[in-house]
C-alpha cells in the first residue's frame, strides 16, 4: 500500500509515467481465468495430485496395503467411531502441547542466560548440541525404560526434539541486537535486567517466533516416536498398531490427521505472531 | 573560573585487538568545549572519533588520561547526556511517541503524562507533531533520525553527543536536517559534541572544529568558525564558508607532520 507520509518527507512529486494514461488496467480487468487461476492454483494442485493417485491405484490396481487409494483411505477413516478418532488425536495433541510448552518455558531463559555470560554460553552451548546430535528416536527407548510408563517419558521426548531450535534462535536474536541501543541503555544505566526485558528479549521475538513455527511440526513428531515407542494411546499407536494388522488404509487417515494436526499448530503460532507482534513480520505477512 | 563543560586531558586509548597487538585509537588528545558550544570533531575513518564520544559517555573507560565533565572526572555514564547516532535505532515495537519516552519507560520503569507531554512537544520541535502514533516503518530515514533526536532530548540534557547522524541519510535530507538541527540547537540551546567526516557539514554547523588524523587519533588543530549565526543557505555561499573548507581539506590530505 502506498504510504502518504513518504510522500511528505521526500516532497518530490513523480512525473507521470507516459505509459499510465493509456495502460489503466486495474488488476480485476485480466483474464478471468488467469485470475481465478491465480487463487485456486493450490487447491487445484492438491486436487490433480489426489485425483491422479486415485487413478493410478484403480489403473495398475495396486494392491491397498502398498498404496490405498484416497477413497479407502476415507472409507477406512469413517469406519473407525469418531469418538475413538478424538482420544488418539487427543492423546497426541496433549503429549506434543505439553512438551512443546515445557521447551518453550526452559528455552527462553535458557537463551536469556547464554546470551548474557560468556562462560555460561561455553559451557553450555557444547552438551546442547551433544543432546541435539543425539539421534531421539534412538534415545526414546532408553527414556521410556528410565521414566517408567506415563506421559512423562513421551513429554521428554517431544521436549528434547523441540528445544534447541527455539534456544539457538533466540540466543541469535539476543545477540542480534544493534549494539547502539545496548549502549542507549548503558547511557541511561537501565540496568541488565530492564536491557534484557525492554530491548533484548522483544528484539529476539521474530527469531523466536520462527523457531516456534517450526517446533510446531517437532513437537508432533517427538509425540509420534514416543508413541512408537510405548503407548496404548495416540496416532502414532494407531498407525503403528493399523499397520502390524496390515490396515494399511487406516494408517494412511491417522497419518492425514497427524499432518492436520501439524499444520493446524503452524498456522495457529502464525496467528498468535500476527495478533501479539505484528511488527516482528515483514509488511507483506502483516 | 568555571571549569569548562567538557575537557580532554591527554587522553589516550589503546585497544588490543583478538590477536593481541595494541591499537591506539587516541593519543594525547587535549581540549576544552564551553557551556553552549558547537563542536564538530571531523577526521578520515579510524580517527578514533567514535571513541572519543563513548569515553565522554562513560562508556569506555580511557587507558590514559582523563575525560571531566563539569570539572568530574567521567567514570560511569552521566545524566547530563543525549545521545544520537549514525543509525536511528528506533524500537519498532512501539510508535513515535513511544520512541521519545522510551529513555523514560526505561530508565524509570514508567511514562507519566508529563513526560508524554514533553515528548509531544519535542515531536512538535522536530517537525513531526502529526506523527506521534504512526509506526517506525512508515517513516523515512530522515524522520526517524528526528525521532532519535527527540528521543536524546526527552530527559532534557545539557550536552548532545552525535555521531555522524546524518551520514545514513541521502545527501537532500543531509542537508535539510543540517538546517533543522541548527534550527533545534537554537531553540533548545545545548553543549553539542558532533561526530562527522563531511566537512561542509562541520562547516556549517559547528563554532569549532577539531580536525583529526588518523592512527592514532591525534588532533591536528582546532579551528574556530568565524561565519554568523543563524546561519541559513546563504552560509553556503559565503566566501569564508569556502576558504574554512578548502583549508581543512588541504590539511586532511596533507601527510602528517612527524610529532
Given at each position: ?286 | ?95 513515535v511517541l513511544?520512541?521519545v ?19 509531544r512537544?519535542l515531536l512538535a520541535l522536530v517537525d513531526l507533531a502529526d506523527f506521534a502514533?504512526k509506526?517506525?516503518?512508515?517513516l523515512?530515514?530522515?524522520m526517524?533520525?528526528r525521532v532519535?533526536?527527540a ?109
Amino acid at each position: 500500500m502506498p504510504s502518504p507520509i513518504t510522500s511528505v518527507a521526500v516532497s518530490s512529486p513523480v512525473p507521470p509515467q507516459p505509459e499510465a494514461a493509456t495502460e489503466t488496467a486495474p488488476p480485476d480487468a485480466r483474464a478471468p481465468l488467469s485470475v481465478w487461476l491465480d487463487r485456486s492454483a493450490p487447491a487445484v494442485a492438491f486436487l490433480a495430485v489426489l485425483a491422479a493417485w486415485e487413478g493410478a491405484t484403480r489403473l495398475f490396481a495396486i494392491p491397498s496395503f502398498l498404496l490405498p487409494a484416497p477413497s479407502a483411505v476415507v472409507t477406512a477413516a469413517l469406519a473407525t467411531p469418531l469418538e475413538v478418532w478424538l482420544g488418539h488425536v487427543w492423546a497426541t495433541l496433549r503429549v506434543a502441547l505439553m512438551g512443546y510448552g515445557l521447551a518453550i518455558l526452559v528455552s527462553v531463559p535458557l537463551a536469556v542466560a547464554l546470551a548474557s555470560s560468556r562462560l555460561l554460553s561455553r559451557t553450555l552451548y557444547p552438551l546442547l548440541v551433544v543432546v541435539q546430535s543425539t539421534p531421539i528416536v534412538a534415545i526414546a527407548p532408553i527414556i521410556v525404560v528410565t521414566l517408567g510408563a506415563s506421559d512423562l517419558p513421551r513429554i521428554v521426548i517431544t521436549f528434547l526434539i523441540t528445544f534447541f531450535p527455539i534456544v539457538v534462535s533466540t540466543v541469535t536474536g539476543l545477540l542480534s541486537t544493534p549494539e547502539e541501543l545496548i549502549e542507549l541503555s548503558r547511557s541511561l544505566r537501565a540496568g541488565r535486567t530492564r536491557e534484557i526485558l525492554h530491548i533484548r528479549l522483544p528484539y529476539a521475538l521474530p527469531h523466536l517466533f520462527s523457531a516456534l513455527k517450526i517446533s510446531t511440526t517437532l513437537a508432533v513428531i517427538g509425540a509420534v516416536v514416543a508413541e512408537f515407542v510405548a503407548a496404548e494411546r495416540g496416532l502414532g499407536f494407531f498407525i503403528l498398531f493399523s499397520t502390524s494388522f496390515f490396515k494399511i488404509p487406516a494408517a494412511f487417515a491417522g497419518l492425514v490427521l497427524l499432518v492436520a494436526i501439524s499444520l493446524l499448530l503452524f498456522r495457529l503460532v502464525g496467528l498468535v505472531q500476527k495478533r501479539l507482534v505484528p511488527w516482528s513480520l515483514p509488511k507483506s505477512e502483516r | 573560573m568555571t571549569p569548562p563543560v567538557i575537557r580532554f586531558d591527554d587522553l589516550g586509548q589503546v585497544f588490543r585487538t583478538e590477536a593481541g597487538r595494541a591499537v591506539t585509537a587516541l593519543d594525547r588528545v587535549s581540549f576544552d568545549i564551553g557551556r553552549h558550544e558547537f563542536v564538530a570533531v571531523l577526521g578520515p575513518s579510524g580517527c578514533g572519533k567514535s571513541t572519543l564520544l563513548r569515553l565522554i559517555a562513560g562508556l569506555i573507560a580511557p587507558t590514559r588520561g582523563a575525560v571531566e565533565i563539569y570539572g568530574m572526572r567521567v567514570t560511569e555514564p552521566r545524566d547530563e547526556i543525549g545521545i544520537v547516532f549514525q543509525r536511528p535505532t528506533l524500537l519498532p515495537w512501539f510508535d513515535v511517541l513511544g520512541n521519545v519516552t522510551f529513555p523514560m519507560r526505561h530508565k524509570y520503569g514508567r511514562v507519566t503524562e508529563v513526560e508524554r507531554a514533553r515528548a509531544r512537544d519535542l515531536l512538535a520541535l522536530v517537525d513531526l507533531a502529526d506523527f506521534a502514533d504512526k509506526r517506525i516503518d512508515e517513516l523515512s530515514g530522515g524522520m526517524q533520525q528526528r525521532v532519535a533526536i527527540a528521543r536524546a532530548l526527552l530527559l532534557d540534557p545539557d550536552i548532545l553527543l552525535m555521531d555522524e547522524p546524518f551520514s545514513a541519510l541521502d545527501a537532500l535530507t543531509r542537508d535539510e536536517m543540517s538546517f533543522e538541527l541548527l534550527r533545534i540547537w537554537s531553540d533548545r540551546p545545548k553543549t553539542v559534541l558532533f561526530i562527522t567526516h563531511s566537512i561542509p557539514e562541520a562547516v556549517l554547523l559547528a563554532d569549532r572544529i577539531v580536525v583529526m588524523t588518523p592512527r592514532p587519533g591525534r588532533v591536528r588543530e582546532i579551528l574556530d568558525v568565524p561565519l554568523p549565526r543563524p546561519r541559513s543557505m546563504a552560509t553556503l555561499t559565503d566566501p569564508t564558508f569556502h576558504a574554512l573548507a578548502d583549508h581543512i581539506r588541504g590539511s586532511l590530505f596533507s601527510r602528517p607532520a612527524a610529532a
